[in-house]
Structures are given as C-alpha cells and as structure tokens.
C-alpha cells in the first residue's frame, strides 16, 4: 500500500470541513485526522469494487474512502455506499458532497434509526457493512450488536463486516464488549477475518487516549442468516448511549432558517420515538 500522504490528508480535511458539530450525547465523538486516513484506505481497499452499506458514519468514513478514490490518491475503492443514520444533518451533509464524486463512486444517504426494522429495500442488498457504534460501556454491548444486526441483516450471504469499537486491555469494560460482540458474529455465521487493535483515537475531552480497533468479520455461515429484522426490544434501548441516556430519539432533524443572512441559533431538533401504550 502507497500513496501520497500529502493528498490523502488534504482530501480527508475537505470531509472533516464537511461535518455537522457531534452531539456527544448521541455518541458522536470524531475520529482523529490520521487516523481517518488509516481507516479510510483500508475500507476501499477491503471493499474495492463492492457495493456497501455504512449504518452510522458521523467520522465520514464512508466519504473518506471515496474522495480518497475520486481524488486517484488510491486506484481502488467501492462501487457504491449507502449510508443508513437517524442524524438529518450527517445524511444531507453526504448526500451533497456525495453528489461531487458521483462519476466515481455511487453515494446515498437515508434516515434511518436502528431501533426500527431494516427497511424492506435494504434488506440482504449488500455486499459488506461498517459500522462505529456508541461503544456500550453502560449496556453491556447491547448498542454494539443492535448496529451489528442492522448491518448483518443489509448484506447478502457472501459478506464481510467492518466493527469499530473501543479497545484498551487496561479498561475490562472495552474487552467484555469485543468478546460480547464477537460471540454475537459467531452466532450470526461469522469469523473474525483480520483484528487491528488499538488503532484509532478521538477528540474525547474526557478520555483522549481511548483507542478503537478495527475488526474484520466474514459470513462463513450463510444458515446463520437472520430471515426478518424486527424492532429492538425495549429493553435493548437502556443505557444506549451511556448510564441513564436510553434510545428515546427517533430522528436528529437539521433545522431550516428562512433567514439567508444568518445561521439557525438551533441547528437541529430532536424528533421522539412514539411510546405506544398497552
Ligand atoms: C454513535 S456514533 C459513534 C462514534 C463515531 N466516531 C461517530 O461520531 O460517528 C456513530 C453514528 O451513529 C449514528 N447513530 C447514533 N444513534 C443512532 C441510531 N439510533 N440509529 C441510527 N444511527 C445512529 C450517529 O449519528 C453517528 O453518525
């Protein structure tokens, strides 16, 4: 693997320009330059030619990885990703710098929220999946394998998962989760393909040297395969995104000024899950 760092990071700064503020009570906590570019790489690398699905993707991998390839920093890359997110402003901030790199690679963006079914039009329609899902430190790990259900349930039977979460030998919270989740793969028909621990940091105030690996799962089971995808169990939505911070939120919405002169004082709104009762 070579290419030119210099372009590779000037590429990765104009999808970091590109970003809505993280709201980092829904876990949106960014993903360091260099270690975007790591990541980045690797995605059109390990997805070259395939079509893919992003459930999540507040760091702008998924851009990443094709302005790396629009760019010709990398000669490889996806054919095609969709990105799947409840936050309004990240699926209109892709959808419009996707648009630039259509000629090279295909890109879309929907709201979607993980504690609803998968959408009919999703379903097995992938061939890989990534995902970077709020780490589960207060949940068990229930967060991680929600966003890995979606994910698995999107691909067809041939299939890779890419899994982002936090990773610290020193932090017994991150370790349970990994064996969590990779217990879940295991039950869902797949194998850990390749495991880079350790490999990325974040702009986290409150815990800078939090590192997240990158871990490579691959469909080896096919009869393991989910037949339907239904709604998270309410019981699943505790503590999602953190002690005390329960999936409550069905959709960030972008908010929209009539004011041209001047930026919203409020860039979003949040839009509740309906409670239905009995
Ligand atoms: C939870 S954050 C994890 C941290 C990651 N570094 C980031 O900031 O993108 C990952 C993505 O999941 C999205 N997300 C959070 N909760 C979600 C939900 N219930 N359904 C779908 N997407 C969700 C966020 O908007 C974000 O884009």
Redo the contacts with the bound molecule.
Sequence with gaps: MTFDLRNAINAISDVVQNRPP?LRE??????KVADMVIQAEYVARVFNGKDIVFV????GIALSAAHLKAQDVIEYGPNSITLL???ER?VQSVERFGEKLSDKVRISAHL????DPLPEIHFGAYDGFHI???WGASNGGESVTAFYERGSQATKAQSLGIVVIADDPELPWTQQVLRDTQTRAIQLGYVVAEMQPQLHL?HLDDNPDLRSCSCLFRRVDPACMEKTSEPLEQSRLRNFYGRGSP?RVKYVRQTVTLNTDRESDRLYSLEPIEVTNG
Excluded: K, R, S
């Design positions: 993280p829904f876990d949106q906590i960014y993903m999540g993707d507040g760091d997110d409840f936050d990240i979607y929220n993980v504690a970077n899902p709020p974040y999936l």
